[in-house]
């Protein structure tokens, strides 16, 4: 029997999570795929398993990392990463932008854990996955870039077609340690998650970004961060001052102001941000 083929190119949103920076098609530079991943490492991938899940609605594959090195945050000795599509018994589902993850292969993987299970996925799709391959009767190895080219993120510097391991982790280390910096009149939307009152008149307030937002060749902010603010009550509005948000744990300073009715209270509204 024939190996039964569906390409997702329409349905793309029922395969895939929930909006956040893993399963954008956004073409991202090295600074926003640093940005946007919890962690990021070098390992080598060591098992690999497709199932479908509890209903039989959906097809994921499970890849098995071993890790070799950390290169951002605290990762386990070993991680699963979940992507959708991949092969059970005579049904094949391919999924458009996610990555071939091969057994026995060395990769560096830009990485953010998933939302209701304990696996990881890969930072702008197949962008977060750079394969490490030692080049025949070579000493180096080297690194393959996804697409074929890409940006720092600074001005107009973009990385060699085929870096070494020693200088491509040194450039996501600058990376992952540069400051964020947000340009002005960047439009930020949230929702207020929660507030803390600190006497008459005067909150610190929590929100939460509705959507992921790339203000700038070397900034993305994913859906779900958190804004803080102090909100201050002058007659019938709160006037809140926003101050910082964080990327993935990094806080990025905020300058904005926003106001919004005293009757309709804080907690749960939306409204944009707009950076100073």
Known sequence: MKI??????????????????????????????????????????????????????????????QLEKALKGRPPATLTIQQP???????????????????????????EPARTTATYHLVGMMQGAFRVYQQRNGVERHVVLPLGALSTGGSSATISQSPTLGEFRMTVSG????????????????????TEFQGAGQAVVIARTTSDLFPSKSVVIPAGSQVVGNAQRQGT???????????????????????????EGLKGQAMFIQMR
């Open 85 to 111: 599509g991949g092969t059970v018994g005579n049904f094949h589902v391919h999924v458009p932008g996610t990555a071939l993850l091969r057994p026995g292969t060395q990769y560096i993987l830009f990485l």
């Open 4 to 65: 039964r083929t569906i390409v997702l190119a329409v349905l793309m949103g029922f395969w895939l999570a929930p909006p956040a920076a893993a399963t954008t098609l956004v073409r991202m530079s090295l600074s926003q795929l640093a940005q946007a991943s919890s962690t990021i490492v070098q390992g080598k991938v060591v098992a690999q398993t497709t199932r479908t899940n509890a209903g039989n609605t959906r097809v994921y594959t499970y890849t098995t990392v």
């Open 237 to 263: 509005k709160w006037k809140i001052y926003w101050n910082s948000v964080s990327v993935r744990g990094h806080p990025a300073h905020l300058s904005a102001t926003s106001e919004t009715s005293v009757a």
């Open 175 to 194: 990376a992952v340690a540069a400051p964020i910096v947000i340009p002005a009149g960047t439009s930020i939307p949230v929702v207020i998650v929660s």
